[in-house]
């Protein structure tokens, strides 16, 4: 059973920083594709991006230059650095593995983390 941990989350002003990270149980590099999701309230969960086994990244318009996404996989734990922060970042975020096994494929997800960015 995978398990998604993350941490980093909390209350920052505008134009502030945040650092989240996902610490995974076990090798992360056995995943496909890892990546970081959001959830304001009353709104859809949507990506915010994503990086694949081979290091391709891919990201939401919204978070085109200011987020970062990246992967250690000694550590097994995803990053996504977070910079120039706006008040619609605000939200909780969620850390995503998918993996494509011989059974079919499998999402797994973590708890999530609050990020409050205040005007």
């Known amino acids: 059973q995978v398990q998604l941990v993350e941490s980093g989350g909390g209350l920052v002003q505008a134009e502030g920083s945040l650092r989240l990270s996902c610490a995974a149980s076990?090798?992360?590099?056995?995943?496909?594709?890892m990546g970081w999701y959001r959830q304001a309230p009353g709104q859809q969960r949507e990506l915010v991006a994503f990086?694949?086994?081979?290091?391709?990244?891919n990201y939401a318009d919204s978070v085109k230059g200011r987020f970062t996404i990246s992967r250690d996989n000694a550590k097994n734990t995803l990053y996504l650095q977070m910079n120039s922060l706006k008040p619609e970042d605000t939200a909780v975020y969620y850390c995503?593995?998918?993996?494509?096994?011989?059974?079919?494929?499998?999402?797994?997800w973590g708890q999530g983390t609050q990020v409050t960015v205040s005007s």
């Open positions: 076990g090798s992360i590099f056995r995943f496909n594709r």
């Open positions: 995503n593995a998918f993996i494509i096994m011989p059974v079919g494929p499998s999402d797994y």
């Open positions: 990086i694949t086994s081979g290091g391709k990244t």
